[in-house]
């Protein structure tokens, strides 16, 4: 029987297929891990007594049973023998097999996740086409501005106006810096090779301690069995770069009181689904700052563009982080509080 429901291995979410009485006849994957217990445990115990209140899903299997509705879905907790109790919404189905039963189990939390991961792919997305049109259309008239700039620079005689001039000139080039680093994703070609990420993580470690050599602390967490993958070395350096960097300048305080630190951790995360597709394997890097934290005015903006909690900042660094891991099919997610914020970088591994 098992043989049939093998491909429920490949969902995210938590299935069982059930008897009307609510023994288990097929539990996949993503429960199992979720209840922490074997599967030959699971099966062919009663699924009810897994829910802090087992009297709803025997009311649910019994109408299920009865044909009284094709689908039920309710909220309820699922208790788990080594954990907390787990907040899920629960689906109730009919299969087209009498006496089977589909429960399907979506922990809140990764629905709220999935949510959230999918608004931050649209964003991204939406982002980046405002960019590269806001950018073009800023280019152009200010090659004119600067242009004109000049020649009036040409005609003046008196010092005090071409200071004027220099003035224009001066911002008109600071602008165009601005608008090459916004198409600077889009122009520059991916350039695919083996990738390792530990490799990556030297260098930017090299680049910060280069640039804050004194109080702060630089820890390395490497899980050193991960295997490399194809992807732009540049990229995914400039990426972790740029997280990294923002990580030290919201640092500067601990860092001249001497007690700055910066985690690089990476670990094989098994079986994750973002980016609404499920791998088998993932690269997770994170990068861990005991820093102030992301103010809380811009925490659901921080990867927008031109969005910087701090005084003179551009506000692209974080974005183009985004939008280089997303050329990769990852996705950075941040989790912020006051002493810890940790950049989360997911990556799909071969």
């Keep these: 029987m098992q043989a049939r429901f093998?491909?429920?291995?490949?969902?995210?979410?938590?299935?069982?297929?059930?008897?009307?009485?609510?023994?288990?006849?097929?539990?996949?994957?993503?429960?199992?891990?979720?209840?922490?217990?074997?599967?030959?445990?699971?099966?062919?115990?009663?699924?009810?007594?897994?829910?802090?209140?087992p009297h709803l899903l025997r009311a649910a299997l019994d109408g299920a049973g009865s044909n009284e509705f094709a689908a039920l879905r309710y909220d309820a907790w699922l208790v788990r023998p080594t954990a907390e109790p787990m907040p899920v919404h629960v689906v109730v189905a009919q299969t087209d097999q009498p006496g089977e039963i589909v429960v399907e189990l979506l922990p809140q939390e990764q629905q709220a996740r999935q949510e959230r991961e999918e608004r931050l792919m649209d964003q991204a997305q939406a982002n980046k086409e405002l960019i590269r049109n806001l950018a073009h259309e800023i280019k152009n008239p200010l090659g004119g501005i600067r242009g004109a700039a000049q020649l009036l620079e040409m005609e003046i005689q008196g010092r005090d106006l071409k200071e004027y001039t220099r003035v224009i000139i001066h911002e008109a080039d600071r602008l165009q810096t601005l608008v090459d680093r916004l198409l600077a994703p889009h122009r520059r070609p991916h350039v695919v090779s083996d990738v390792n990420i530990h490799e990556v993580c030297e260098r930017v470690r090299s680049l910060i301690l280069a640039e804050f050599p004194r109080g702060l602390k630089v820890v390395r967490e490497y899980d050193t069995s991960l295997p490399e993958f194809r992807g732009d070395r540049e990229q995914l350096i400039q990426a972790v770069l740029n997280i990294a960097h923002n990580a030290c300048q919201a640092l500067s305080e601990r860092i001249a009181a001497g007690d700055a630190q910066l985690v690089f951790r990476t670990r094989v995360a098994r079986q994750v689904t973002f980016g609404k597709q499920r791998y088998r394997l993932a690269l997770e890097l994170h990068v861990i700052d005991n820093g102030p934290g992301v103010p809380e005015s811009i925490k659901d903006r921080i990867f927008y563009p031109l969005v910087s909690g701090r005084e003179g900042g551009s506000g692209l660094g974080l974005t183009l982080a985004q939008t280089f891991v997303q050329q990769h099919h990852g996705l950075i997610e941040c989790d912020s509080m006051p002493g810890r914020t940790d950049f989360k970088i997911l990556i799909p591994l071969p």
Excluded at 7 to 33: C, I, R, S, W, Y
């Design 6 to 53: 093998h491909a429920l291995d490949m969902l995210a979410t938590l299935v069982a297929v059930v008897a009307t009485d609510g023994k288990v006849l097929f539990a996949n994957a993503a429960l199992e891990d979720a209840l922490g217990t074997s599967r030959r445990t699971i099966e062919g115990s009663s699924l009810p007594a897994c829910f802090t209140e």
